[in-house]
């Protein structure tokens, strides 16, 4: 499609070198033509390249694929594994015997992998894995079970980026610096990794995804605690007079409404991945997170608040006990937000279906049918009613009912 644009201009250019046509005349009326025509010609080229960059902003990607926009959001998380393998059918199966319309499929995951290997060439060795053999393939069965499809990717996680370019990362005595799970960052002051970033994204429009949502938009969390230990480059951000916290900020925020605009002629929406805890607060100290400013330039916002993911908040004493409560309580503090947003976006947040032994010494709380659907419940409630749901294995419990209330 790229490649289609710069051919189209070219012709463009050609055609008006061929305006100016000249009959049988004298030879002074034929100087005299010759010379307005290129006059003429040359009017007609200066014009183009100014209206140049415009006619560039009107042009619109086409997909081959059809898909509708659900009467509202409803959908599970997919892995490039599962989405290539044999349990898409399962998922699929899940899809035709509930309420669920919608799949989000890692096409960029937390590692920085390519979850397939893209006809054109990436810039850095061994980052594609052939997941999905064939993506379009697993985009036309989801057409035909009409399930609606948006492409997850991670942005600023991306342990391999980072070892290919320690150069935009993060690093520490001379090392590329890994958090305690042993995974490394890239920095959101980089241009170059935003562009990086969009490349992957554009081809996920190409490929035919309706929607590009866009996770892990900030820095490592606590940032703000080890930011002066770790060596990195801030970029364009070097000489903005603002503290720390606020370039930060800036940066993420910069991002994702740069992310938007670039994207703005593939017909697709954009999403942002958000801690639900950002919502309550007027900006996160140290991962950059701003959820009125990121919600300003997104056309969805898909906050995780996820039970499990919360210490005592909402004067709850343990969260991921009481799923219904919590997210009733966060759906009243985001709700506010947004509303005093001029053209908020669409409200979908990430929900739970999946168990947290990490947080308990004994038994472990469990999340069946009745915790799910009380997530579901307090959404609707509060007048939101898409979700996604996260399992990070893909396994979802049975004989939960998506329905929205009525």
Same mark, same amino acid.
């Given at each position: 499609?790229?490649?289609?644009?710069?051919?189209?201009?070219?012709?463009?250019?050609?055609?008006?070198?061929?305006?100016?046509?000249?009959?049988?005349?004298?030879?002074?009326?034929?100087?005299?033509?010759?010379?307005?025509?290129?006059?003429?010609?040359?009017?007609?080229?200066?014009?183009?390249?100014?209206?140049?960059?415009?006619?560039?902003?009107?042009?619109?990607?086409?997909?081959?694929?059809?898909?509708?926009?659900?009467?509202?959001?409803?959908?599970?998380?997919?892995?490039?594994?599962?989405?290539?393998?044999?349990?898409?059918?399962?998922?699929?199966?899940?899809?035709?015997?509930?309420?669920?319309?919608?799949?989000?499929?890692?096409?960029?995951?937390?590692?920085?992998?390519?979850?397939?290997?893209?006809?054109?060439?990436?810039? +850095? /060795?061994? *980052?594609?894995? @052939?997941?999905? &053999?064939?993506?379009? !393939?697993?985009?036309?069965?989801?057409?035909?079970? #009409?399930?609606?499809?948006?492409?997850?990717?991670?942005?600023?996680?991306?342990?391999?980026?980072?070892?290919?370019?320690?150069?935009?990362?993060?690093?520490?005595?001379?090392?590329?610096?890994?958090?305690?799970?042993?995974?490394?960052?890239?920095?959101?002051?980089?241009?170059?990794?935003?562009?990086?970033?969009?490349?992957?994204?554009?081809?996920?429009?190409?490929?035919?995804?309706?929607?590009?949502?866009?996770?892990?938009?900030?820095?490592?969390?606590?940032?703000?605690?080890?930011?002066?230990?770790?060596?990195?480059?801030?970029?364009? +951000? /070097?000489? *903005?007079?603002? @503290?720390?916290? &606020?370039?930060?900020? !800036?940066?993420?925020?910069?991002?994702?409404?740069? #992310?938007?605009?670039?994207?703005?002629?593939?017909?697709?929406?954009?999403?942002?991945?958000?801690?639900?805890?950002?919502?309550?607060?007027?900006?996160?100290?140290?991962?950059?997170?701003?959820?009125?400013?990121?919600?300003?330039?997104?056309?969805?916002?898909?906050?995780?608040?996820?039970?499990?993911?919360?210490?005592?908040?909402?004067?709850?004493?343990?969260?991921?006990?009481?799923?219904?409560?919590?997210?009733?309580?966060?759906?009243?503090?985001?709700?506010?937000?947004?509303?005093?947003?001029?053209?908020?976006?669409?409200?979908?947040?990430?929900?739970?279906?999946?168990?947290?032994?990490?947080?308990?010494?004994?038994?472990?709380?469990?999340?069946?049918?009745?915790?799910?659907?009380?997530?579901?419940?307090?959404?609707?409630?509060?007048?939101?009613?898409?979700?996604?749901?996260?399992?990070?294995?893909?396994?979802?419990?049975?004989?939960?009912?998506?329905?929205?209330?009525?």
């Amino acid at each position: 499609m790229r490649t289609y644009i710069k051919w189209s201009v070219s012709m463009m250019i050609a055609m008006l070198m061929l305006v100016a046509i000249t009959t049988t005349v004298s030879a002074e009326e034929e100087k005299e033509a010759v010379l307005h025509a290129q006059v003429h010609e040359k009017k007609e080229a200066d014009l183009l390249i100014h209206e140049l960059p415009e006619a560039l902003a009107r042009f619109s990607f086409v997909s081959d694929l059809q898909f509708e926009y659900p009467d509202a959001v409803r959908g599970i998380y997919v892995t490039g594994h599962s989405a290539g393998g044999s349990r898409f059918e399962t998922l699929l199966d899940l899809m035709d015997s509930t309420d669920l319309n919608s799949m989000v499929i890692d096409i960029k995951d937390d590692n920085g992998h390519l979850t397939y290997e893209p006809e054109e060439e990436l810039p +850095y /060795e061994g *980052v594609a894995q @052939n997941f999905m &053999k064939d993506p379009k !393939k697993v985009l036309k069965k989801l057409e035909e079970k #009409g399930v609606y499809p948006i492409a997850r990717i991670v942005v600023f996680k991306d342990t391999a980026l980072a070892e290919a370019r320690p150069d935009l990362s993060f690093t520490k005595d001379g090392k590329v610096w890994t958090n305690g799970k042993g995974e490394s960052f890239v920095s959101p002051f980089q241009k170059e990794v935003w562009e990086y970033n969009l490349d992957i994204a554009k081809r996920a429009a190409e490929l035919g995804f309706k929607e590009i949502q866009f996770d892990y938009v900030r820095f490592p969390e606590g940032f703000e605690k080890r930011d002066k230990e770790l060596e990195y480059d801030l970029g364009d +951000y /070097e000489d *903005v007079e603002l @503290n720390d916290i &606020k370039k930060r900020v !800036k940066a993420v925020t910069d991002f994702v409404a740069y #992310g938007r605009e670039e994207l703005a002629h593939y017909n697709v929406d954009v999403s942002v991945d958000i801690f639900g805890y950002a919502a309550t607060l007027e900006e996160t100290p140290g991962i950059g997170q701003n959820f009125s400013k990121i919600a300003d330039n997104v056309d969805v916002i898909s906050s995780m608040i996820y039970p499990s993911h919360w210490t005592p908040y909402f004067d709850i004493d343990f969260p991921d006990k009481e799923p219904y409560r919590l997210v009733d309580e966060y759906a009243k503090v985001e709700n506010e937000v947004l509303g005093a947003l001029d053209n908020p976006p669409v409200s979908r947040p990430w929900i739970q279906d999946f168990e947290a032994p990490w947080l308990y010494s004994g038994s472990t709380f469990q999340y069946g049918v009745e915790e799910v659907e009380a997530q579901i419940k307090a959404l609707n409630e509060n007048g939101i009613d898409e979700f996604l749901i996260w399992n990070a294995g893909n396994s979802y419990t049975e004989g939960v009912d998506y329905t929205p209330l009525d």
